[in-house]
């Protein structure tokens, strides 16, 4: 038995932004901000979260809550915690506290691509032969890592304020994983993708796939997502996690709705969009039970997910970890909102690795996703205040 303390809520979201310290759990979403601080419990399955949650109390009347990340590997432990204490706010882009808070960290980096960027372009060449063969995966996302090393401790703080005030719209978070060779060890980013939020009776999943890189020069990026919109190797990319997303829900709800796609823009990159609405069946589904249904989605894993899996598992020079996991909060009514962990690092000490992935279907092109992984890495990297070419041979 536990009791969660429930803080007055924040006026500011910048205010919780700044409270934050390693350690600590935060996340911002369009609905809101939370902080949670201290671990009155623990567990490490998203199936557990309700059990877990129903042994609590709590100040608020929505009981007390649960915030954390799950790994990419569903075998793999996870690492949700039950804070001591939480603190609320308004979202960030109500609070009219603009983004006077971004400063770059201190370098200078070194930076090691895992694989070499030539090794990954050969990794998509090995799945296009995989897909060929018509045997295994439809769809295989492969991704590559960005191993940065600084001067001294990383800020934690200064990258989340700086991700999260470059996006006051978008889903920012950190999360505590397990220690790493005694550093605390922190998943932090800014990821575009909704894996699932449930509120009441209604869900909303809102899958990402198929991408195109934005321009400065409007008539460029105009192009550039028109271009994406009619693409046809885009949209059966896209297709093949709506389809993977809607199953997933279907059991559990009574409507879905599943509209066309659409585009959605981050700093840097376009994306098709379906933001997919439905009613649940019993609306007291956990929000942390959904999103174990629905993960890996092929958005981050390909399909069929055993077959996509594999041939990750055959090419991927590296351990995923919590990139490409989830990351989210639930209260004890199973309300709650979970990301999936794209456009992140996990940072310990002074090194973060970076992460990067994209779809590759029939049609894909290997040195076209290779420049796609490199767009995406630079969420990270502009928030770290990096602006340099990251596919030139490292000495
Ligand atoms: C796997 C990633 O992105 C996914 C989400 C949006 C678009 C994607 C794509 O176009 O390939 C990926 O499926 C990543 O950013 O590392």
Same mark, same amino acid.
């Given at each position: 038995?536990?009791?969660?303390?429930?803080?007055?809520? &924040?006026?500011? @979201?910048?205010?919780?932004?700044?409270?934050?310290?390693?350690?600590?759990?935060?996340?911002?979403?369009?609905? =809101?901000?939370?902080?949670?601080?201290? @671990?009155?419990?623990? #567990?490490?399955?998203?199936?557990?979260?309700?059990?877990?949650?129903?042994?609590?109390?709590?100040?608020?009347?929505?009981?007390?809550?649960?915030?954390?990340?799950?790994?990419?590997?569903?075998?793999?432990?996870?690492?949700?915690? *039950?804070?001591?204490?939480?603190?609320?706010?308004?979202?960030?882009?109500?609070?009219?506290?603009?983004?006077?808070?971004?400063?770059?960290?201190?370098?200078?980096?070194?930076?090691?691509?895992?694989?070499?960027?030539?090794?990954?372009?050969?990794? *998509?060449?090995? *799945?296009?032969?995989?897909? @060929?063969?018509?045997?295994?995966?439809?769809?295989?996302?492969?991704?590559?890592?960005? +191993?940065?090393?600084?001067? =001294? #401790?990383?800020?934690?703080?200064?990258?989340?304020?700086?991700?999260?005030?470059?996006?006051?719209?978008?889903?920012? !978070?950190?999360?505590?994983?397990?220690?790493?060779?005694?550093?605390?060890?922190?998943?932090?980013? &800014?990821?575009?993708?909704?894996?699932?939020?449930?509120?009441?009776?209604?869900?909303?999943?809102?899958?990402?796939?198929?991408?195109?890189?934005?321009?400065?020069?409007?008539?460029?990026?105009?192009?550039?997502? /028109?271009?994406?919109?009619?693409?046809?190797? %885009?949209?059966?990319?896209?297709? /093949?996690?709506?389809?993977?997303?809607?199953? =997933?829900? +279907?059991?559990?709800?009574?409507?879905?709705?599943?509209?066309?796609?659409?585009?959605?823009?981050?700093?840097?990159?376009?994306?098709?969009?379906?933001?997919?609405?439905?009613?649940?069946?019993?609306?007291?589904?956990?929000?942390?039970?959904?999103?174990?249904?629905?993960?890996?989605?092929?958005?981050?894993?390909?399909?069929?997910?055993?077959?996509?899996?594999?041939?990750?598992?055959?090419?991927?020079?590296?351990?995923?970890? !919590?990139?490409?996991?989830?990351?989210?909060?639930?209260?004890?009514?199973?309300?709650?909102?979970?990301? /999936?962990?794209?456009?992140?690092?996990?940072? &310990? =000490?002074?090194?973060? %690795?970076? !992460?990067?992935?994209?779809?590759?279907?029939?049609?894909? %092109?290997?040195?076209?996703?290779?420049?796609?992984?490199?767009?995406?890495?630079?969420?990270?990297?502009?928030?770290?205040?990096?602006?340099?070419?990251? %596919?030139?041979?490292?000495?």
């Amino acid at each position: 038995m536990f009791h969660q303390r429930t803080e007055p809520a &924040a006026k500011a @979201a910048g205010d919780l932004l700044d409270a934050y310290r390693p350690e600590a759990a935060f996340l911002a979403t369009p609905s =809101g901000v939370v902080l949670g601080e201290g @671990a009155a419990a623990v #567990t490490e399955r998203l199936e557990d979260v309700a059990d877990l949650l129903a042994r609590g109390t709590a100040d608020s009347p929505a009981g007390p809550i649960a915030i954390g990340a799950i790994p990419f590997d569903t075998g793999a432990p996870g690492r949700l915690v *039950v804070p001591d204490s939480v603190r609320t706010s308004p979202p960030l882009a109500e609070s009219g506290q603009g983004d006077r808070r971004q400063r770059p960290l201190p370098g200078p980096w070194t930076m090691r691509p895992v694989p070499a960027p030539d090794e990954h372009a050969e990794g *998509v060449e090995r *799945v296009l032969k995989r897909l @060929a063969a018509g045997d295994g995966p439809a769809k295989v996302v492969l991704a590559r890592s960005l +191993r940065l090393s600084g001067p =001294g #401790t990383v800020d934690v703080g200064q990258l989340l304020s700086n991700l999260a005030w470059r996006d006051p719209a978008g889903h920012t !978070f950190a999360a505590d994983l397990p220690a790493a060779a005694g550093s605390t060890r922190t998943l932090v980013g &800014a990821s575009p993708e909704l894996l699932v939020a449930k509120r009441g009776g209604r869900v909303v999943s809102n899958p990402l796939a198929g991408s195109a890189p934005r321009s400065a020069d409007p008539s460029k990026d105009q192009r550039s997502a /028109v271009d994406l919109l009619g693409s046809a190797k %885009d949209r059966h990319e896209h297709a /093949v996690v709506v389809e993977a997303v809607t199953e =997933g829900l +279907r059991p559990y709800c009574r409507t879905l709705d599943v509209p066309e796609p659409e585009l959605a823009g981050t700093a840097t990159l376009w994306h098709l969009s379906t933001r997919i609405t439905g009613e649940l069946r019993d609306p007291d589904t956990p929000s942390a039970l959904l999103a174990a249904a629905l993960h890996p989605t092929p958005a981050v894993c390909g399909s069929p997910t055993a077959a996509a899996r594999a041939a990750i598992g055959g090419i991927e020079p590296f351990d995923r970890g !919590f990139y490409t996991g989830a990351v989210g909060c639930t209260d004890a009514r199973g309300d709650g909102e979970w990301i /999936v962990s794209i456009r992140c690092a996990d940072v &310990a =000490g002074d090194t973060l %690795d970076l !992460f990067a992935g994209g779809g590759i279907v029939p049609d894909s %092109d290997p040195d076209a996703e290779l420049a796609e992984t490199s767009v995406k890495l630079r969420t990270l990297l502009l928030a770290l205040g990096v602006n340099q070419p990251i %596919d030139a041979p490292q000495g």
